[in-house]
C-alpha cells in the first residue's frame, strides 16, 4: 500500500427528508444572504427550488438565484456567477442540481473571492485559491460524485478545453433518492455507468496488487452493475436508485483513491469530446471505454483478467490470462448494449473527423494508465468507438 493522508470533511445526509434534516441542522452558519444555484429548470418544475427557498425564508435567510448552469458547465458561466455572489454579498452557496451545478458552484466559490483570473492562477501557475464561500451540495441526479470532493470539470469554450479546476469541497451533501425519481430514466442510466467509469478508472490504477482499495472497488462495481441492470428495466425502483446515490459519492469521495494513483484515460478523453461536441458524459464514457479497455487489457493482464472474473462474472476456465481479460471487456460492452447506453459514438452523432483528431491530439495522458498512449493510439480508439 502507498502512503496516504485521508480526510473528507463533507457531512452527507442520506434518504428521505434529507434536504429538510439538512437545511434545519446548517441554516444556522450560513450567514445571512444564500444563493441557491440551479440548473435549466428541472428544480422549478419538480417545486425543489421552492421547497428550499421557502425554508431559508422562513428562517430569516435573503435568498439570491443563480440558474441556468448547463450541463458540461463553461468558465462564462462561473464568471457570471462569480460575479452575482460578489455584487449580492452572498455569505453561502447551496448547489441545487447534479455533477454540472455542483462543480459550477465550487469554482464560483473560489472565483467570487479571488481578483485574479482563476484558470490561470491554477492552471498557468500551479496556484490555489485559498478564500472561498462556503457551499453545500443538494445533489438532484447522482453519478458524478461531485458531491464529496473539491474538484470541478469545467469547460473553457475560447481555449477547447474541458479541464479540472479546484474550489471549495461542500461542507455537507443530501443525497435523497425521492428527490432524483423525476430524473429521466437516460439520464439515470448515464449517472450509473459514470460512476461505474470511477470505480474502473481508479481500480486499473497503480498499484494493481491486492490492496483493499480495490478489494471494496470490486464490491461497489458489482453492487453498480446489479443496480444499473434494475433501473434499466425499472427506472423507479427506490432501492436500486437509492443504492446507486450512494455508491455514486462513494466512487468519488476518495474512499477508494486510498493509496492509489488513478488511471482516468477514458475521462481525459471523454472530457475533450464534450469540450467539442458537447456531449451527455455518461454516454461518452460508454461509447469509449471497451475500444480503450481492448487496448490497455494486454498492458495489465492479470488486472484485468481479475476484473474479468470479480466484477463481470467471466468464468476463466480453459482460458488463458490474456483471454480473459479481453473476456472481461467483452462483457463490459455487452453490459452497455444491455441498458441501453450508446455503443458507438456514431449513436450520439459524433463522426466528424477533425473533431476525433482534436481529442486525440489534446487529450491528458494520465499517469495512472498502464499503457502510455499516444494520439495515434488515441485516434485508433477513437476510430474503434465509431
Ligand atoms: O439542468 P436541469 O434542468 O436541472 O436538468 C438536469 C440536466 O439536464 C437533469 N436533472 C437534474 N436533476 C433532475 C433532473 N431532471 C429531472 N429531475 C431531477 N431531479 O439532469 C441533467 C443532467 O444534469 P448534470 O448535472 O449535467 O448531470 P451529471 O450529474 O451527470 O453531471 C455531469 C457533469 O459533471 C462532470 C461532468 O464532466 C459533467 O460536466 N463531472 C464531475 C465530476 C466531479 N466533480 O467529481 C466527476 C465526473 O467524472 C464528471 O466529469
Ligand atoms: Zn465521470
Request: proline share 5%; aromatic share 6%.
Amino acid at each position: 500500500m502507498n502512503d496516504f493522508t485521508f480526510c473528507n470533511p463533507t457531512r452527507v445526509y442520506f434518504g428521505h427528508d434529507g434536504i429538510a434534516r439538512a437545511l434545519d441542522a446548517e441554516m444556522p452558519a450560513m450567514g445571512d444572504t444564500v444563493m441557491i444555484a440551479y440548473g435549466g429548470g428541472s428544480v422549478m418544475r419538480t417545486g425543489t427550488f421552492d421547497a428550499v427557498a421557502d425554508r431559508l425564508r422562513a428562517a430569516g435567510k435573503r435568498v439570491v438565484a443563480f440558474g441556468g448552469i448547463m450541463p458540461n458547465p463553461t468558465y462564462a458561466k462561473v464568471q457570471e456567477g462569480a460575479e452575482l455572489a460578489r455584487r449580492e454579498g452572498v455569505d453561502f452557496i447551496l448547489a441545487l442540481g447534479g455533477g454540472s451545478v455542483v462543480d459550477c458552484c465550487k469554482v464560483v466559490s473560489a472565483q467570487a473571492r479571488l481578483d485574479e483570473d482563476l484558470w490561470s492562477l491554477e492552471r498557468d501557475r500551479g496556484g490555489s485559491p485559498t478564500d472561498l464561500i462556503p457551499i453545500g451540495a443538494l445533489v438532484t441526479v447522482s453519478g458524478t460524485g461531485a458531491e464529496m470532493n473539491n474538484g470541478a470539470v469545467i469547460t473553457h469554450e475560447d481555449l477547447q478545453v474541458k479541464g479540472p479546476l479546484w474550489g471549495a469541497q461542500p461542507a455537507f451533501a443530501v443525497l435523497d433518492p425521492d428527490v432524483m425519481m423525476t430524473v429521466p430514466p437516460a439520464q439515470v442510466v448515464s449517472g450509473a455507468f459514470d460512476t461505474l467509469s470511477h470505480c474502473m478508472e481508479t481500480y486499473f490504477g497503480v498499484p494493481g496488487e491486492y490492496n483493499l482499495s480495490d478489494s471494496i472497488n470490486e464490491a461497489i462495481m458489482r453492487d453498480v452493475i446489479r443496480h444499473l441492470r434494475t433501473v434499466a428495466s425499472d427506472p423507479h425502483d427506490y432501492e436500486a436508485r437509492s443504492e446507486l446515490a450512494w455508491a455514486s459519492a462513494m466512487a468519488e469521495n476518495s474512499i477508494l483513491k486510498i493509496g492509489k494513483v488513478t488511471d482516468f484515460q477514458c475521462h481525459m478523453i471523454e472530457h475533450q469530446l464534450g469540450a467539442l461536441t458537447d456531449c451527455n458524459h455518461g454516454q461518452g464514457l460508454a461509447a469509449i471505454h471497451p475500444a480503450l479497455y481492448r487496448h490497455l487489457a494486454p498492458a495489465n493482464p492479470a488486472k484485468f483478467a481479475r476484473f474479468a472474473v470479480e466484477v463481470m462474472g467471466v468464468d476463466p476456465q480453459g482460458r488463458d490470462e490474456q483471454e480473459v481479460a479481453l473476456a472481461g471487456v467483452d462483457a463490459l460492452a455487452a453490459l452497455i448494449a444491455e441498458v441501453g447506453l450508446p455503443t458507438t459514438l456514431t449513436e450520439m452523432g459524433i463522426t466528424d473527423e477533425a473533431v476525433l483528431h482534436q481529442v486525440a491530439d489534446t487529450s491528458v495522458l494520465t499517469a495512472g494508465c498502464c499503457k502510455r498512449l499516444d494520439p495515434d493510439e488515441i485516434l485508433a480508439i477513437l476510430h474503434e468507438s465509431l
